[in-house]
Nanobody
Framework: QVQLIESGGGLVQAGDSLRLSCAAS????????MGWFRQAPGKEREFVAY????????IYAASVKGRFTISRDNTKNTLALQMNSLKPEDTAVYYC???????????????WGQGTQVTVSS
């Protein structure tokens, strides 16, 4: 089992940057691919970014590609999401998630964090 704890959310202005972190418990972090998701008020949760177990492969939602960067450090059991050029439409609760399957990218995740709020003012 993996426990995930996000941090780094906050209130920023449009155009600013923010870095989210996700700390994972356990010694099996490197056996999970990881993802970031977000949920805005009144909307369904949506996929943001994915990173493979080794960190070699990454996939992004079209809405964040070129602005957000997902990364991981398997020696420290941490996942990060660097968010640049933030827009008001990026306002949401952001969740990190872990998946055992090697084929899941946008769904089928096994473990979820509690979320961290990101608010971007215009």
């Amino acid at each position: 089992q993996v426990q995930l704890i996000e941090s780094g959310g906050g209130l920023v202005q449009a155009g600013d940057s923010l870095r989210l972190s996700c700390a994972a418990s356990g010694r099996t972090f490197s056996t999970y691919a990881m993802g970031w998701f977000r949920q805005a008020p009144g909307k369904e949760r949506e996929f943001v970014a994915y990173i493979s177990r080794s960190g070699v492969s990454t996939i992004y939602a079209a809405s964040v590609k070129g602005r957000f960067t997902i990364s991981r450090d398997n020696t420290k059991n941490t996942l990060a999401l660097q968010m640049n050029s933030l827009k008001p439409e990026d306002t949401a609760v952001y969740y990190c998630a872990a998946v055992r399957s090697s084929t899941s990218v946008t769904n089928g995740y096994d473990y979820w964090g509690q979320g961290t709020q990101v608010t971007v003012s215009s």
